[in-house]
């Protein structure tokens, strides 16, 4: 933590820059998930109560309120349910333009969000609701880097 | 109308290597509702005492309110501390916004004690002079805490501990005089007793006992009129947004007592709360 | 419950950027004007209730501390409420429990941001998701909403013109409101032509970001007749929804273009306030909605129209001041968003509305009102509805 005085508009303000780290524990669900990645599989979850299929996988049902079990989950293709084009970048954005699109893969009961490859030429990126994708795991980067969703043409 | 606590549940343990806040919680409250005989249906509301830097999300509810039952339900979240948040959750039952609340809490900190301490300073000046080992050094141990409040019926005290809620209040030192060690936290203390003592049915010294955080709390004991109550032992102390609750599971009270609990929140002895309750 | 009435209300000129004063003088400038119209003395004030957006935002840690209490005296018990956006809401709601339970007479309620202070605001917003599956992918305040119009053009069939039309008719409220931060006009044709900042929102429907802070004061009956017009509480709920935007498309019990938890706090408020028919009922509305694609949600869940016929009130002019139901007619979070205020700042317009003296875009013969706010990932929402009459 360190501060040096600046002026903002004709006023002496302070300017800090934080540097605090923190080590977030992933949970059961989320690093099943995160390793399942390194091996190329897609780790769900299935509510015991409501038998849900969950994704992003969670160890605990929002609405029953009770556990879950993990299992590897077989399909990669589903429906675009939402997305959008980003063309403004922040701190620690993916480099823009970038695709985000939730899909609910077949034989799931939530959508997954996940970057999604797109035509950069065109503002809606070339996606459309509806339209069927895949969910493809790239060789390099950790977690949701690795995973993108593609149109099936 | 008084208000019961039911369920009350508290795990004093930092998260284990691995464990998420979001599964510590959802365990937490868990219990909490096995406890109280309640499930997640028949709950109205959540109030949460939680603090984003700890945890390091810029909205530590968005993550973790439903992990304490919050889903399709009324949810608010205070910073003050956990003792703060059973009172309102006990005022929302009173006003009749709700019949049984989810009461949360959790101090399970990602980031180093150091550097929460340091950023909870202002910048302009608190930075530059305070003494960052005093507040580092405060007592800030780990857990999470939840328990179950109701309106409490003649005739049905329900299962759970049986504690009735009496009154609560909260407050803060002055930031200046408490940096510089000027009269605070005395001030703040002897303020929260004498609040505390007019918001309750006046105490009986002889028949009263009282928990407090480690510290100086004779400003606390004078202002509320509890100088010659029986003082339980201080034991370990935790952070604010559990402290409270965990001392409210860990009192032995004796045959026909009521239990007065003050502790700080964070920094230490900056923000301050306080709750009676007695047994239904 | 206790009856609740606003009896002060005080909220900031609205600026990009307030590098002349602290945050909590920045409150002092909503505060002074809403405890001189109570008609109470200071020491008549039980509490203070303080919100301000994430930490991460200030730069401090429970700025209150350091930032207000010196101002205020240590002498006056403060809670501190967050809830994201949806602060304003809650830090009302929160007071309002204060007062209806009796545990207090008359409480202060302050909300305020200084979002000018952080160096980039949707960085630490991105830090509201999950760090292993919502953070990477990029959200942040702006792709979340524009993933909820993609699927209302989708879904119902808006189009951006419905949406630049909600921006203009907004812009025009920000003309007429001397509080608001942007007051230039725009028109339909310029938001069209405005840069994509994530699809399909355009950098002029983008909420401003915003210093400024708002302070009501809530007394019950007892005090209430203390000044000329107080301002009655008739009902107000909350619901929190999931905190997983994919669980909330084309489900059956939540749907994010639905806002799901909206409606079901809405119904609940209703309720209370004896609404049957909201939109015969409610004179005057004022929605949470940083962008265009939010306020006509909003509008739906609210029961201002069926599911999906928002545009309908669009193309009518409905929602315009002059309209059959002026929706934000102040211009809304779109010409003025200080994130732990604004929902703090919808309350304090419905109160100015109420006692019709709202000046420029005052709805004329204003007799019930409702105010929203919203936080997390569409997630949080609160509702209250008042009137000017008590309960």
């Given at each position: 933590m360190t501060l040096r005085p600046v002026e903002v508009r004709g006023h002496l303000a302070l300017e800090e820059h934080w540097d605090l780290r923190h080590r977030h524990a992933l949970g059961r669900a989320g690093e099943a998930f995160a390793r399942g990645v390194e091996r190329g599989a897609i780790v769900a979850a299935r509510c015991a109560g409501c038998r849900r299929v969950l994704l992003p996988p969670r160890v605990f049902c929002e609405r029953c309120f009770c556990d879950t079990e993990l299992f590897d989950f077989e399909s990669r293709e589903g429906e675009l349910l939402s997305f959008t084009v980003v063309r403004m970048p922040f701190a620690g954005s993916p480099p823009t333009p970038f695709g985000i699109a939730y899909a609910r893969l077949d034989g799931s009961d939530t959508a997954l969000g996940a970057l999604v490859e797109i035509d950069p030429d065109q503002a809606d990126g070339g996606l459309a609701i509806g339209t069927r994708v895949e969910l493809a795991i790239l060789d390099s980067g950790f977690g949701m880097e690795r995973l993108r969703y593609r149109p099936v043409r | 109308m008084t208000t019961s606590i039911a369920g009350l549940t508290v795990d004093t343990r930092a998260l284990a290597d691995g464990e998420s806040i979001e599964e510590r919680v959802f365990a937490t409250v868990r219990a909490a509702l096995e406890q109280a005989e309640v499930e997640r249906s028949q709950i109205d509301a959540v109030v949460i005492a939680a603090d984003d830097v700890a945890d390091g999300r810029s909205i530590t509810t968005m993550l973790h309110a439903t992990a304490a039952g919050a889903h399709f339900k009324d949810e608010i979240r205070t910073t003050n501390g956990s003792l703060t948040a059973l009172g309102l959750a006990s005022l929302r039952v009173q006003a009749g916004l709700a019949r049984q609340v989810i009461v949360a809490g959790w101090w399970l900190p990602h980031a180093d004690a150091e550097s929460i301490a340091a950023v909870s300073l202002d910048a302009g000046y608190g930075r530059l002079v305070a003494v960052r080992e005093r507040l580092v050094a405060a007592p800030a141990g780990a857990g999470s805490a939840a328990c179950i409040v109701r309106a409490a019926c003649a005739g049905s005290a329900g299962s759970g501990d049986g504690l009735t809620l009496d009154g609560f209040c909260f407050g803060q030192a002055d930031y200046h005089a408490w940096l510089a060690g000027d009269g605070e936290p005395a001030a703040a203390l002897g303020r929260l007793g004498r609040e505390l003592a007019e918001r309750c049915a006046p105490f009986a010294q002889a028949d009263t006992a009282v928990s407090v955080a480690p510290g100086d709390w004779e400003p606390f004991f004078d202002g509320a009129g509890l100088s010659g109550a029986r003082r339980l032992p201080v034991g370990a102390a935790h952070h604010g947004l559990v402290d409270g609750l965990a001392r409210l599971a860990a009192a032995q009270l004796l045959p026909g007592e009521r239990l007065v609990v003050a502790t700080t929140g964070d920094p230490a002895f900056l923000q301050v709360e306080a709750v009676s309750v007695s047994h239904a | 419950m206790r009856r609740v009435a606003i009896t002060g209300a005080g909220q900031t000129v609205h600026a990009s950027r307030r590098p002349d004063v602290t945050l909590g003088e920045l409150c002092l400038e909503a505060i002074v004007p809403a405890v001189g119209e109570s008609g109470l003395a200071w020491d008549e004030v039980d509490a203070v209730v303080f919100g301000c957006g994430p930490d991460l935002l200030q730069g401090?840690?429970?700025?209150?501390?350091?930032?207000l209490v010196p101002l205020l005296g240590a002498a006056k018990p403060m809670l501190r409420i967050h809830t994201g956006g949806a602060t304003g809401g809650s830090l009302f709601q929160a007071g309002a429990t204060l007062v209806a339970s009796g545990w207090a007479r008359a409480v202060l309620v302050v909300g305020a941001e200084k979002a000018s202070e952080p160096g980039d605001v949707q960085a630490v917003l991105n830090t509201m998701w999950n760090p292993l599956f919502e953070q990477p992918i990029g959200l942040n305040a702006i792709n979340m909403l524009a993933l909820q119009s993609v699927r209302q053009m989708h879904v119902h069939g808006y189009t951006l013109e419905h949406f630049a039309e909600v921006t203009a008719k907004n812009r025009r409220g920000g003309v007429r409101n001397p509080f608001a931060q942007l007051r230039q006009e725009v028109t339909v044709a310029e938001v069209l032509a405005s840069e994509v900042i994530?699809?399909?929102?355009?950098a002029l429907e983008c909420c401003p970001r915003s210093d400024g802070a708002c302070a009501l004061v809530l007394v019950g009956d007892e005090l209430a007749g203390r000044a000329p017009a107080p301002v009655r509480l008739r009902g107000m709920a909350e619901c929190t929804d999931s905190m997983y935007i994919g669980d909330r498309l084309g489900d059956s019990l939540s749907e994010y273009i639905d806002a799901t938890t909206l409606r079901a706090a809405a119904h609940d408020a209703y309720r209370q306030a004896g609404i049957g028919s909201p939109f015969d009922e409610i004179d005057v509305a004022e929605i949470y909605s940083p962008f265009p694609s939010a306020e006509m949600k909003a509008c739906e869940a609210v029961g201002f129209c069926e599911r999906g016929e928002a545009d309908r009130l669009v193309e009518t002019g409905a929602l315009e001041l002059g309209g059959v139901l002026p929706v934000n007619p102040s211009g809304g979070p779109m010409c003025a968003n200080p994130i732990g205020a604004t929902g703090l700042v919808r309350i304090a317009e419905c109160v100015e509305q109420l006692r019709g003296t709202a000046g420029a875009h005052q709805v004329d013969g204003a007799a019930r009102a409702i105010a929203t706010s919203s936080g997390g990932s569409s997630q949080f929402y609160t509702v209250a509805v008042f009137g000017k009459e008590a309960p």
């Open positions: - | - | 401090v840690r429970n700025a209150y501390l350091p930032e994530a699809w399909p929102i355009k």
